[in-house]
RNA sequence: GGCGUGUUGGUCAAUCGGUUAAGACGCCUCCCUUUCACGGAGGAAUGACGGGUUCGACUCCCGUACAUGCUACCA
């Protein structure tokens, strides 16, 4: 029988939860729940350095806003829990001196001067970087060199230590990837990952290991810098006796910067101009926010499908995909080796693809707060109408209030000098004063009917409806943009428009 | 430096040995619209380089170049 399919996600609780983090979390959450199976969030909070209050609930809020919700959490717990490793520190000891006993690990008591010292004295032009291996352990302080003796004396003093992997030497590791196939390691080349650190806390490849054998994970995705640490990984596996349960991996592309070259950081974003995290990011050590996609006005099933064509593809012509749709046709294979480059452009057209598909009553829900923001209380009804109106013009969320403001406020600043120009006369200002007499009494205030009392007042001007199309818009409207005119005079009513109209004409 | 991974238009990408090398974003032109957008029609633009294998290579193999990741008691 099948085993049951398990993913997870395992973030480590340190800051903003980047673009590629959230396609993780995609990607776990479509694989889960196309095969049936159970998406698990643990948090990796093993570094207290570098741990940070509030990152946790965060990343939670994040994934309830994309709709990416894990089966088994820290909060809503689960049948493996504890689910954050800070909580499961005691385990870890126990199979790291498992290792040791078998002598798949060692104990090692330098200190980071040592470790420095070693570096610095072993490195040459051709090794720029030194590790700690079958080689270098030699000469290390360690359960290898030390003695019995002095080994026991040096725990019983409660000697900081460390323990490290042992990797074996001469052997080929050989693993297979979902997305790259087989992959190959010179063991040699393996360094002595530290698997225990000093303060007792596991490092993530001890963690990572136990942990998805623990929680019964069955496939593990994760981001493509973890390739070179899968053969520790492999190794423990192996050595913990664990080597039939361990998941298939597949390593994800990156996500790289739009110009230049490397990995998208939060800073590309600032430099650029776009967000980088999926909500605004208040990191509480610098006093600063961080701009997320939500409160640039992203709607959650944009941000997921762009995320989504974002290093896969179904093979279809079809870029607009449902949630529900992608369950059905994603899959692991056709995720693309080659990191992509985020382009905000398409990134917005999603946007834009997504609002127009949203119905205006919803639509007109979101957009509220932006209104009301701007210190306007217009009634559901008429906010339905302009976002009917105005929504093909908008691709992010704070353009309706841009391209529909003057539905709810008189133009502040009117571009007197776009209606006088060449074409104007003595005689349009003549036509604008008889027709707002026509227009106060006019019964039926529709947009057909405001248009037609103007084409029947024109000709006794000897004028066309082109003469007056868009100095009328002009008055409305503030500028060159916007909707049909007369369907904008409709929406702001009659005393509305004969005002803005006299607004210009009077003087 | 070492090791790993990758490389189809500016960007996202289809192709799984035989195609005029799809499609999308962006860009340009035209149409529609007496505004701006939407929409419609069209256009420019692609297989890093060099060797093989093959009747035939973007597709397979080998080099080179370039890019990227890792090389922490961070994940």
Redesign the pocket.
């Known amino acids: 029988m099948e085993k049951r399919v398990r993913v997870r996600f395992?973030?480590?609780p340190?800051g903003g939860l980047h673009l590629g983090g959230v396609r993780t979390v995609l990607y776990n959450y479509l694989y889960a729940r196309a095969h049936g199976g159970d998406f698990v969030l643990r948090i990796?909070d093993?570094?207290q350095?570098?741990f940070v209050k509030g990152a946790e609930e965060y990343i939670l809020d994040c994934l309830k806003w994309c709709g990416l919700m894990p089966d088994e959490s820290p909060v809503v717990g689960g049948p493996y829990a504890p689910y954050r490793q800070s909580e499961r520190k005691e385990m870890y000891r126990e199979y790291a001196m498992q290792l040791v006993g078998q002598g798949h690990a060692y104990f090692?008591f330098?200190?980071?001067e040592e470790?420095e010292e070693m570096?610095r004295v072993l490195k040459t032009?051709?090794?720029?970087?030194?590790?700690?291996d079958h080689n270098t352990r030699k000469r290390m302080r360690n359960s290898l060199t030390l003695s019995a003796d002095e080994v026991n004396d040096l725990l019983n003093n409660g000697t900081?230590?460390?323990i490290r992997i042992m990797v074996p030497e001469n052997e080929t590791i050989v693993f297979n990837d979902m997305i790259?196939?087989s992959?190959?390691?010179?063991s040699n080349?393996v360094?002595d990952?530290?698997l225990l650190?000093?303060?007792g806390?596991?490092?993530?490849?001890l963690?990572v290991v136990v942990d998805d054998y623990l929680m019964k994970i069955t496939h593990a995705f994760r981001g493509?810098?973890?390739?070179?640490?899968a053969p520790v990984h492999l190794l423990l596996w192996q050595y913990l006796g664990w080597i039939a349960d361990m998941p298939q991996w597949a390593h994800l592309?990156?996500i790289?910067k739009?110009d230049?070259?490397?990995?998208l950081s939060k800073r590309d974003g600032d430099r650029l101009g776009f967000p980088v995290f999926a909500m605004n990011w208040y990191d509480p050590a610098k006093d600063e926010t961080t701009m997320g996609f939500r409160e640039m006005g992203f709607l959650p099933e944009a941000f997921v499908n762009m995320l989504a064509?974002?290093?896969?593809?179904s093979?279809e012509?079809k870029?607009i995909y449902s949630l529900d749709e992608l369950i059905g046709k994603f899959s692991i294979e056709?995720v693309?080796?080659?990191?992509?480059?985020?382009?905000f452009?398409?990134a917005?057209?999603f946007n834009n693809q997504y609002i127009?598909l949203t119905d205006n009553e919803k639509l007109a829900d979101m957009v509220m707060p932006y209104i009301t923001a701007q210190g306007q209380n217009p009634s559901k009804e008429l906010l339905v109408k302009v976002v009917a109106l105005v929504k093909?013009?908008c691709t992010l969320l704070p353009d309706f209030w841009a391209q529909g403001s003057f539905f709810f406020v008189t133009p502040e600043t009117v571009d007197e000098t776009l209606i006088r120009d060449a074409k104007w006369s003595e005689n349009k200002e003549l036509f604008f004063a008889a027709w707002t007499d026509k227009l106060n009494e006019l019964a039926d205030w529709t947009d057909v009917a405001i248009e037609q009392s103007a084409i029947d007042l024109l000709p006794s001007f000897s004028l066309?409806?082109?003469?007056i199309?868009?100095p009328l818009?002009i008055m409305l409207?503030g500028g060159?943009?916007?909707?049909?005119?007369y369907h904008i005079a409709e929406l702001i009513g009659k005393a509305e428009t004969i005002k803005r109209i006299k607004n210009i004409i009077k003087g």
Request: proline share 8%; net charge neutral.
């Open positions: 395992a973030p480590s340190t990796e093993t570094d350095t570098r090692a330098d200190t980071p470790l570096r032009d051709e090794h720029s970087s030194v590790q700690y900081p230590h460390v790259r196939g992959i190959m390691f010179e080349l360094d990952k530290v650190k000093a303060d806390m596991p490092t993530y490849h963690a493509e810098e973890w390739l070179p640490s592309p990156l790289l739009p230049g070259n490397g990995k064509m974002l290093g896969w593809n093979g012509e870029e056709r693309h080796k080659g990191g992509a480059k985020f382009d452009e398409k917005k057209w127009q093909d013009r066309k409806k082109g003469d199309m868009l818009r409207v060159k943009f916007g909707p049909g005119v």
